[in-house]
């Protein structure tokens, strides 16, 4: 290409000018890369102005890549290099870990998730929010705190000069859906449920889940515990189920024996009621040999039961029983609604469901507690009665 003017050094000698025959001006410098490699590269505009703020642009970015600072990172490539230091911390396991990376998934197949946290707006986060409404709140939530920690980190790198997300504008969506109420059998559904799986046989060759149900049923356990029970958790001496591990499922989407619960309230010792010992003693005889000397296994795929495929099968039931389906929870959810008729105090409660605290179970289940507030009315009447006469 022509030259209309000789090459000269800027002022401050880090690159040549000069003029092309367009009139445009071309600003070359000589660079080293972040592998150290000698490099050259042309600026090019309608001023020498316009090419030294392109070079000082290049050579800003060029140096935040040095010092190990992606500058085309994206929110799922700063998202997921969170959650894997997490995990390798042990600020969270498998399952936790297996969890963020599905949630991230969601943002990875958007067009934020393609595009570089350093070119996002406050309106390309906006419209991809907008698109969130579908999902349930559960999720959404999940999305926005990975969105805003990505961002966190993104502005404490220097990718970004300011986190618009801590913009009182960036609030969480909120879902399309109505949140899912999980209520539990009533008495008369109950009875019904129990009489189809005491009268229940699986065709041959398939899985039998009927023991897991009725154990859920009578304990409160997860499912992801009964899956996880073994032999030695069974104390009839004790007259207690030792609760020490769940079935999780892994990065790589297999399931596995996780020591621990999903909380750390979560290792208990559930009571054995005489419902409860007859079920646990049927499947302590009907025990297969397996490699985790589980009480529950899948001999047939030769794999840990998970708990969808119980799901399954609760479905399959409540449909036959003309049962509401409300998802396998609402047999955890009989079992406490069952102890609160019976007068069990919340604070027992608690210890035998695992929570964390006792708000969870007082919010979790306050319309059992409140339907029971004329029986508790009557029963302070009788008491105060009686003292009256002893007096």
């Known amino acids: 290409m ?6 000269k050094k800027n002022e401050k000698g880090e690159g040549t000018f000069r003029q092309r025959s367009n009139g445009t001006f071309e600003y070359r410098i000589v660079y080293t890369d972040e592998y150290n490699e000698t490099k050259r590269k042309s600026f090019y505009g309608q001023s020498d102005i316009i090419c030294m703020e392109k070079a000082e642009k290049f050579l800003y970015d060029l140096e935040k890549k040095k010092s190990g600072i992606d500058i085309d990172a994206t929110i799922p490539d700063i998202a997921k290099e969170k959650a894997k230091s997490d995990f390798d911390k042990n600020y969270t396991h498998e399952q936790g870990y297996s969890r963020n990376l599905y949630t991230i998934s969601i943002i990875e197949k958007s067009a934020i998730g393609k595009t570089p946290i350093a070119e996002l707006s406050e309106t390309h986060i906006d419209l991809f929010f907008r698109t969130l409404t579908r999902y349930s709140n559960s999720t959404i939530v999940k999305v926005y705190r990975q969105i805003r920690i990505a961002f966190r980190i993104a502005h404490d790198k220097g990718i970004i000069p300011k986190d618009f997300m ?5 609030k969480c969506p909120k ?32 899985n039998e889940y009927k023991l897991q149900l009725l154990i859920s049923l009578y304990s409160g356990m997860r499912m992801g515990e009964v899956n996880a029970l073994k032999p030695e958790n069974i104390d009839f001496k004790a007259g207690v189920i030792k609760v020490r591990s769940t079935v999780s499922r892994g990065a790589d989407d297999k399931s596995f024996i996780k020591n621990g619960t999903k909380t750390y309230t979560g290792i208990r010792d559930i009571p054995i009621m005489d419902s409860l010992k007859t079920v646990l003693k049927t499947a302590l005889e009907q025990q297969s040999d397996n490699p985790y000397d589980l009480l529950f296994y899948d001999a047939k795929n030769n794999k840990i039961i998970t708990t969808s495929q119980v799901n399954c099968f609760f479905q399959r039931v409540c449909k036959k029983c003309n049962i509401e389906f409300r998802g396998q929870h609402a047999l955890r959810h009989t079992f406490a609604t069952r102890c609160i008729e019976a007068d069990v105090p919340p604070v027992v409660l608690k210890t035998w469901l695992g929570h964390t605290d006792i708000h969870i179970t007082l919010d979790t289940y306050a319309d059992v507690f409140n339907s029971m507030h004329n029986s508790s009315i009557s029963k302070l009447g009788d008491y105060i009665n009686n003292l009256d006469k002893v007096s």
């Open 2 to 7: 022509a030259r209309t003017k000789k090459q």
């Open 166 to 170: 801590q913009s009182g504008n960036m």
């Open 175 to 206: 879902s399309d859906k109505a949140n899912k109420k999980v209520t539990a059998l009533t008495k008369e559904e109950q009875k019904q449920f129990v009489e189809y799986l005491e009268n229940y046989t699986a065709p041959k060759g398939r």
